[in-house]
């Protein structure tokens, strides 16, 4: 058996908010929509991977995602216009990620990073 993908499922009863926020804002592809579920991705390739943390790394909770972008500031720009809440950061941290916390329409938080 091999995994070929790994899908976060994150329930709503707004999902023009999640549009906005991970396709508008962020930039992701909607998949699919049907109505009941939107699915936002990439076409690109990307790496599967779960993280099991105790905590969120210098101090922070745990996020409930991390999305890797090309730009991290351009990402928190575009939030910060789109007035979502950042809840930490930027920062640049000892591990090589430079990142920021944001929480969704949803109330998720969202660790939006890049590798320096």
């Known amino acids: 058996m091999k995994v070929r993908r790994i899908v976060a499922n994150i329930a709503t009863h707004d999902t023009a908010a999640a549009r906005h926020f991970y396709q ?3 930039g992701l592809d909607v998949l699919m929509d049907q109505g009941w579920i939107v699915t936002c991705g990439s076409a ?3 790496t599967v991977q779960m993280s099991f ?5 210098s101090g922070t909770p745990v996020p409930d995602l991390s ?3 090309d730009d991290v500031d351009a990402a928190f720009d575009a939030m910060t216009a789109a ?3 950042i809840e930490y950061g930027p920062a640049d941290e000892p591990w090589g990620v ?4 944001v929480r969704d329409p949803f ?9 320096r």
Do not use: A, C, P
Not at 53 to 57: A, D, L
Not at 98 to 101: D, L, P, T
Not at 107 to 115: A, F, Y
């Open 24 to 26: 508008d804002v962020l």
């Open 44 to 46: 690109e390739t990307m």
């Open 53 to 57: 943390m105790t905590e969120g790394g």
């Open 67 to 69: 999305i890797e972008v």
């Open 83 to 85: 007035r979502f809440t």
């Open 98 to 101: 430079r990142r920021f916390f």
């Open 107 to 115: 109330g998720r938080l969202v660790n939006i990073l890049s590798h």
